[in-house]
């Protein structure tokens, strides 16, 4: 059975590759980092204030090699022991995910080993299952969960009924979570990529002090909306003077953070409450935040559920979590062929739709 592959990660501007190893055959097994290397990129777009497409893609070109190289020796292994390759084949921008098929593919057939494209959402969700040296997987999940996707392209909650078989409850209808940080990051004048900086800035910041609109709170949906609370952030931040944003930055910062996270617990508690599922994984880059993993954590203890909210490092995008995707599929005999080509969008199959 395949065990041991090499999963890549290129569908924006980070660079990824890991090796991970399954460790054992339930749904679900824990499954271990080998390597882990990445390349980021924040420096070459923070100039523009947010991704470049074609910068993001030539930079792949650049790290992809070197880092596939590091991946394995830090893993102790030569090609010929890895099984199978991951690689997220969709969603994401199109010339970035592009440098990652084409590599996967051309190892696949040198090495003669199956290779798999993945969902990067999916992976996503799959991130609480990766276990190192630092971090082991608590417990054992055989039943399903519930799931909040929440990062820089992306606003979702799932029900995740099994392993491939992802309900989408809600999704934002406009702006995503990390979106709303950094445009409000970019708006107060902290730069690029804005979300751990808000975090940090917010520290010791007084959340109540500013009022932001907190969008769709009470339409009793699971979908969310970030544009309304970016056009209050807009406003309020108008009709102030601009030395009172800076003096004000942390209980701006705070207030903000504050608002985008009753949102997303708001919705996520009713998620719960509509499945009666007892466990719930928060995963993407969003959910790094200090703030949201804080309130989180009180919110389960109150409600007695099992939240698993995976390390920073498997929060925001990395080639690991392809890996676990990867691995999962490939030992079920899933593989692409060599004509499958890197998607904008996911396809209709990779999640059952929402049935409201
Ligand atoms: O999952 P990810 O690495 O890439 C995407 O697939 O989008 O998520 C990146 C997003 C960015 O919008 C970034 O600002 C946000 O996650 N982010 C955070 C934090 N760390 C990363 N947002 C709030 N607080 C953080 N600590
Ligand atoms: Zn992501």
Known sequence: MIKKILAIETSCDDTSVAVVQCQGDEVFAPVEVMSLVSANQDLVHKVFGGVVPEIASRNHTMYLLPLLTNALEQAGLQPKDIQGIAVTSRPGLIGSLLIGVM?????????????????HLEAHLLAPFLNDS?????????DGYVALAVSGGHTQIYDVKAFGKYHVLGKTKDDAAGEAFDKFAKMVGLGFPGGPLVDKTSVGGNSKAYEFARPLLHDGSFDFSFSGLKSSAMRLLDSLPSDEIQKNLKDLCASYQEAVVDVLLHKLNMAVQATGRKTVVITGGVSANSRLRQRAEHWAHEQKLNLLIPPPRYCTDNAAMVGIAGIYRLRNGESSGQDMKPQANSLPNDFEAASR
């Open 103 to 119: 590599t996967a593919k051309t190892l696949a057939i040198n090495l003669d080993i199956p290779y798999i494209g993945i969902n």
């Open 134 to 142: 630092e971090h082991k997987v608590s417990q054992k999940i055989n």
